[in-house]
């Protein structure tokens, strides 16, 4: 598998390229399910969560459709996107760039999970203002 801490301009590429193997080696371990829990006791029964940076799935938006609520998932790779729809079809599966995203819609939590080392590398101010007005719209972001 192509190394994941390729350049910005590269990043999307392995992503796409590497989808199902990424997926299949993603830890389903869940080592992140006591900080998930603790975001989630803050937002209401069936909040609404968008999940930037999404890939696949799992084990994050995984965890969150299990505990009941509503989630966005949103992704740059499409085939990272195509493993989320198999899985759950009826989900809210986005393919955008999070750089450049701009939702009309309200969320109850934003979760990011493992996604600004991607984002850190590309030092862009025009996505730093889009994030900012969804943090706004968001009563946790993670």
């Avoid at 990424?22 to 869940?30: H, Q, T």
């Avoid at 599966?93 to 750089?99: E, P």
Wanted: glycine letters at 6%; one cysteine or more.
């Amino acid at each position: 598998m192509d190394r994941i801490n390729a350049s910005p301009d590269q990043t999307r590429d392995v992503y796409e390229r590497q989808a199902a193997a990424y997926d299949a080696k993603r830890s389903r371990a869940l080592f992140e399910a006591r900080w998930l829990a603790r975001f989630s006791a803050c937002l209401p029964t069936g909040a609404r969560v968008l999940d930037l940076g999404c890939g696949a799935g799992e084990p994050i938006a995984r965890w969150f459709i299990a505990e009941g609520f509503r989630v966005t998932g949103v992704d740059f790779a499409e085939p990272m996107l195509a493993i989320a729809r198999a899985r759950w079809p009826d989900g809210d599966w986005r393919h955008a760039d999070m750089k450049q995203l701009d939702l009309a819609e309200t969320y109850d939590g934003i979760i990011a999970w493992d996604i600004f080392s991607i984002c850190a590398r590309t030092n862009n101010a025009h996505a730093s203002r889009i994030w900012h007005g969804t943090w706004n719209r968001a009563d946790r972001f993670c």
